[in-house]
């Protein structure tokens, strides 16, 4: 064996290079070469042990598949990135809140639906800031159907099938005008929790912002899902009205506190900025109060004050008002240290972690000991509402020195929570028995939220953890000032934490994502039966089967009834004439995995996917005339390029 003369080469080397040869060996093929090469290759690329050990725990051979699929938000982009683990190889981009042209979303009747289920106030709206998907649980685990994702600046949820990765519905309320705290599922997704950020007039109406004390407030919003059917049902969802304060993030309680919720706030000093008008700035005075809310709310009893009728309705949506909540008992407070940020229940529900932004703790509530003074009304004091505040000492376990600007916590198995600490730019790991920090571990740079594999489940896996980073700085090749994000993969299943990925994410500012055993999915693979609507899951009533291929005159346009299979569309000259509407329905007769086509018309801003066995119907006006090609933009098949045909718009 050669020796190394590399600062970068320590001692114990050899032992690796040693490990390397055994395990070629043990493999048979390459042989004691093999050794060699390694170590070649480890000093041509620079790479230390530690690169090497990371880079063996990450790579995954052609045709294996990950252990883990990762479920990020797409921030600024409106979609979801797929990702599996440990490779972090991207599987799949899914529109969502956005227009996405390799699935045809937002090119078709059926996915335009979707999206304009999302536009608010007559306002089209194509981007959205989305901010933290949570998948469906049953009894608080991950059960693999499906995902719900959130927009915060058009209050928004969508929810996403994972029997085919794909967005089936969007929901709004106009009850309020801002949100951060969504998406958050009650452990057998009863609920979808969206809370309100930016206080405002309930109901999108207008109200100066000097009656802000008055007028203005915040909601907590519990979509109500519906498992059967897999949607969300609007008519059965409900909302708490909470005081202006801006509340943030919320988590769900599970086993001992299920049926609770719990929602930070910020600005209980009701700031509200007028830089220009003589006042403080909104985050200067936003920042006064040592103290803000841990808001505490009873979910399942004020389930049942809706079920009594006890609300009013406001923008179509029921609403519980505050007095109700206070007079129910539904309600209450508890002081949270400093700016307060993430909030993230336990896996056996007895506690909450909070992190102050400002501050260098993180504060353990106790679920059960909130629960307990409530009943009893053991209460404090007031706020300036009315809602009744809970002894901040007589209602935590215990808080952790964590170092400063702690974030968000999630868990492994061995009893660790996992925060990230922004303004120190690590992962603290900390012991929730004695409260203690046991690791640290660098991250590039400023970390925002991490994701642990099934770490916020009643039963994490520990394994992996990914650190969602907001800068990236030196971390990859320059491309300019505006620079990706960083998803830095974490191994937690040692004592130590070890750093082994960075993965650039260039889409928009990811925040919060979801890791999830891979075998709890089961995607379908192909459309069944044929025809298959994904939007109805049912048979489309304008499915093409072979020989039912025609081209019908009505009275409402030109109806195109066409298959796709490899190579050909059929009819494969549509003839209309200027100014007709034209319904293209169009089914992929095949049943092959992964024969997919693509329909592309020239001047009509068209292109759907046509899996095999989907039905898609595209409504356009044939405003100009003239000679449109039409093809396949999906390379199905060694006849692609001629799977084609022209729509011929004949002048009026
Ligand atoms: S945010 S970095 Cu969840 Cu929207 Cu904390
Ligand atoms: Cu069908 Cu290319």
């Avoid at 969300?232 to 801006?246: D, F, N, T």
């Avoid at 008002?321 to 336990?346: C, M, W, Y």
């Avoid at 394994?463 to 030196?474: R, V």
Wanted: glycine fraction near 10%; aromatic fraction near 10%; hydrophobic fraction near 40%.
């Amino acid at each position: 064996m050669q020796a190394i003369h590399s600062p970068r080469f320590p001692r114990v080397l050899p032992v690796l290079a040693l490990a390397v040869l055994a395990a070629c060996n043990g493999r048979g093929a390459p042989g004691a070469g093999a050794g060699g090469d390694v170590l070649k290759l480890m000093q041509a690329r620079n790479l230390s042990e530690q690169d090497v050990t990371a880079a063996l725990k990450t790579y995954t051979p052609t045709g294996r598949h990950d252990e883990y699929y990762t479920f990020a938000s797409g921030g600024h982009g409106g979609n979801l990135i797929v990702i599996g683990v440990p490779s972090m190889r991207i599987l799949k981009y899914i529109g969502v809140f956005t227009p996405e042209p390799w699935q045809g979303y937002g090119y078709g009747d059926d996915s335009n639906a979707v999206i304009a289920q999302g536009f608010r106030g007559g306002q089209e709206i194509t981007w959205a800031d989305m901010h933290h998907p949570a998948l469906s649980e049953t009894g608080g685990e991950y059960d693999g159907k499906y995902i719900f994702v959130n927009d915060k600046c058009n209050p928004r949820v969508a929810v996403v099938d994972l029997s085919d990765f794909m967005t089936k519905q969007i929901v709004s309320s106009e009850l309020i005008a801002s949100e951060h705290g969504a998406t958050f599922v009650t452990p057998d997704t009863d609920y979808v929790v969206e809370t309100s950020q930016y206080p405002a007039p309930l109901g999108g109406v207008y109200a100066p912002i000097e009656q802000y004390d008055e007028k203005y407030r915040g909601a907590m919003i519990f979509w109500r899902f519906d498992r059967q059917k897999g949607r969300i049902v609007p008519e059965q969802s409900w909302a708490i009205e909470l005081p202006p304060y801006m509340q943030d993030l919320a988590d769900c309680g599970k086993k001992v506190s299920d049926g609770w919720v719990y929602c930070n706030s910020i600005n209980t000093e009701r700031a509200y900025g007028g830089v220009l008008e003589g006042k403080p700035p909104l985050e200067s005075g936003a920042t006064q109060n040592d103290m803000d809310y841990l808001h505490c709310i009873h979910w399942r009893a004020a389930e049942a004050v809706v079920k009594a009728g006890k609300t009013t309705t406001i923008a179509g949506m029921r609403v519980i008002t505050l007095q109700t909540a206070i007079d129910e008992n539904l309600l209450a407070f508890v002081p949270e240290p400093k700016s307060p940020h993430g909030v993230d229940v336990t896996p056996d529900g007895t506690g909450v972690v909070v992190g102050g932004k400002l501050d260098t703790h993180t504060t353990v509530f106790d679920t059960q000991k909130i629960a307990a003074q409530m009943k009893e009304k053991k209460y404090v004091g007031k706020d300036p509402y009315g809602v009744p505040i809970l002894d901040f000492k007589g209602s935590i376990f215990g808080q952790c020195e964590i170092g400063l600007g702690p974030l968000h916590t999630v868990f492994d198995d061995k009893g660790y929570a996992y925060t990230s600490v922004f303004i120190e730019t690590v992962v603290a790991k900390w012991s929730l028995k004695d409260l203690k920090v046991v690791d640290k571990i660098d991250t590039h740079f400023n970390i925002g939220h991490l994701v642990a594999a099934e770490g916020d489940t009643v039963s994490p896996d520990g394994k992996y953890l990914i650190a969602m980073n907001k800068w990236a700085l030196d971390r990859f090749a320059p491309v300019g000032p505006l620079l990706p994000q960083n998803f830095q993969l974490i191994d937690i299943s040692g004592p130590k934490m070890q750093l082994l990925y960075d993965m650039p994410l260039p889409l928009g500012e990811p925040h919060n994502a979801q890791m999830v055993k891979a075998d709890k999915l089961k995607p379908i693979e192909v459309y069944k039966p044929v025809g298959t609507n994904p939007f109805t899951h049912a048979v489309d009533p304008h499915a093409t089967i072979g020989g039912q291929q025609r081209i019908e005159r009505k009275a409402d346009g030109v109806h195109v009834y066409m298959t796709a299979v490899r190579s050909h569309f059929s009819p494969d000259i549509v003839r209309v004439k200027q100014g007709d509407t034209v319904h293209l329905h169009v089914t992929n007769v095949e049943q092959a995995k992964d024969a997919t086509h693509g329909l592309a018309i020239g001047g009509q801003n068209i292109n759907v996917s046509l899996e095999p066995g989907k039905h898609v119907n595209i409504t356009f006006v044939a405003k100009k005339a003239g000679v449109f090609p039409f093809y396949c933009t999906e390379f199905c098949s060694a006849l692609h390029l001629e799977m084609a045909g022209y729509l011929l718009v004949e002048p009026n």
